[in-house]
């Protein structure tokens, strides 16, 4: 069984660029989560979408965007690239929302704004 | 705000000493609690689920405790060895969905 992808692997963007990545599930999960993980600090939550609806969002501001597509597939975008926006993005996808649901995650997106 | 520390921030050991890594929580309410690994450059590896009804989850080697009222977590890796060596993190949960508050983990050397 596949584990979860990201695409691309690594990214290099000047400030003010966007940028997009791209999560694909393990088959048959629904629920997929971002998070960003920096060596200051550490891994934070971004947000979490479930059948193509974000449910929870961490504290980040409205340049970061994220979206879920019917086949579970996700996507989150960085507008207006700042330095501090340089980091590990990773993606975690699970069967559903849930207390007794292992999450998996993928091997990241490393991101390296100029 | 929700606060997860890990103790100690890092650990050497030589090869087949047993070890206990540390993870605190402030808000007792947690859902549920999940022990992960970290490679260099890697993504993160499951290594223990504890929903908030368990006490403790055991995998092979590793045996894991939920301590609700004192706000604890242990990771017990029994007779280690030098491919244990990674970064340790702690997740915490606080309701149904899957926002988790990671710990700044714990890095592990075991010393062939």
């Known amino acids: 069984k596949a584990g979860v992808t990201q695409t691309p692997r690594y990214l290099i963007k000047t400030r003010g660029q966007q940028v997009t990545l791209s999560c694909s599930p393990i088959?048959?999960?629904?629920?997929v989560s971002w998070y960003q993980q920096t060596p200051g600090q550490g891994l934070q939550f971004l947000f979490e979408?479930?059948?193509?609806?974000?449910?929870n969002k961490g504290n980040f501001p409205g340049r970061f965007s994220g979206r879920q597509f019917s086949n579970s597939r996700s996507e989150m975008n960085v507008s207006t690239l700042e330095l501090g926006d340089s980091a590990l993005y990773l993606c975690?996808?699970?069967?559903?929302?849930?207390?007794?649901?292992?999450?998996?995650f993928g091997p990241g997106t490393r991101l390296t704004v100029l | 705000k929700q606060e997860v520390t890990q103790i100690p921030a890092a650990l050497s050991v030589p090869e087949g000493e047993n070890l206990v890594l540390n993870c605190s929580f402030t808000?007792?309410?947690?859902?549920?609690l999940q022990w992960f690994r970290q490679d260099p450059g890697k993504g993160l590896t499951s290594l223990l689920l504890?929903?908030?009804?368990?006490r403790e989850q055991t995998s092979g080697r590793l045996n894991a405790s939920l301590d609700k009222s004192s706000g604890r977590s242990t990771l017990y890796i029994a007779a280690s060895q030098p491919g244990d060596s990674a970064t340790y993190l702690c997740?915490?949960?606080f309701g149904t969905g899957n926002q988790f508050y990671f710990g700044t983990g714990t890095s592990l050397t075991v010393i062939p």
């Open positions: 504890i929903q908030s009804s368990q």
């Open positions: 979408y479930f059948s193509e609806t974000q449910r």
């Open positions: 975690a996808s699970s069967l559903a929302p849930g207390w007794a649901d292992t999450q998996y």
């Open positions: 997740a915490v949960s």
């Open positions: 088959s048959g999960h629904r629920s």
């Open positions: 808000d007792s309410a947690i859902y549920n």
